[in-house]
């Protein structure tokens, strides 16, 4: 299990975290969280998010969005919104939203990135 004291210190990782870690505790826990995100033409965010999977590691979950086609998507999820004309698919590194606990987890960085129309 990786932690937010052991994303402090791996620079390779921390170079992707956006988030100030300041205010969370360093024994949180790091997961790493697969999603399909539609957008619209104007590269706007859609309704349309889909949680692919999370995992322990990184290289795991990148292993999973490297992975993952349009047909897999099709055969597993319901059909995007019809503005929806393209997914990103992400990885996102998350930890427990010590603000909000209802909400479960919040992105502090994204690993990976490809667009899938």
Not at 49 to 67: K, P, Q, S, V
């Amino acid at each position: 299990m990786m932690t937010v004291k052991d994303l402090l210190e791996n620079e390779e990782l921390l170079s992707n975290i956006v988030e100030d870690l300041d205010d969370i505790p360093e024994d949180a826990e790091v997961l790493y969280a697969v999603w399909a995100i539609g957008y619209d033409k104007d590269d706007e965010v859609t309704d349309c998010d889909y949680l692919i999977g999370e995992f322990d590691n990184a290289d795991e979950a990148i292993a999973c969005a490297e992975d993952f086609t349009i047909e897999k998507f099709n055969a597993e999820y319901q059909k995007p919104y019809e503005d929806t004309t393209y997914l990103s698919i992400e990885v996102e590194t998350v930890i427990a939203d010590p603000e909000d606990e209802d909400c479960g987890t919040m992105n502090v960085g994204t690993v990976y990135h490809r667009e899938i129309p």
